[in-house]
């Protein structure tokens, strides 16, 4: 199984669910799709994570991009405790919040998949560098984890005009 995204919106929240995994890849259609919507107005973000087995920085990185710059709201629901775990230890529950027990998506509103577009690899690149630029700016004890990987994407874009 791959990695899907299924959006709806409901007065000025919108609903994400990630089935699969949500790394890097998915990345430049996540945001994309969310600087949509925080242009559009929205103000609150539910991230439904039932299905989901993995989350890496990148995705992490992204979503919480909507609540540092855009001083939105996002909250994390159904999280498997590994996957909740990864939130807690790079310290974005602060940013971030995840609802413990069983929570849904009202079935009231039109759910529909959100295709995950094939990018460049300049572009991936720009938005991995960007979501690990806020984990780090999220948390001070980031800048450790990712401060080689982001020398790395920053060669790259160098290198590559």
Known sequence: MGSALRVATAADTVYIRVEGEGVANVCPTLRAFLMRMVAAGKRAFVVDLLQCRYVDSSFMGTLLEVVTEHRR??????????????????????????????????????????????????TLTEVVERAHKQLIKADKRNRERFEPLLKLLRKELEEKP
């Open 73 to 122: 709201r996002v909250v994390i629901i159904n999280a498997s405790e590994s996957v909740a775990s990864r939130f807690e230890l790079l310290g974005l529950v602060q940013f971030m919040p995840i609802k413990k027990g069983s929570v849904s998506i009202p079935n009231t509103i039109s759910v529909h998949r959100l295709p995950i577009r094939s990018t460049n690899k300049r």
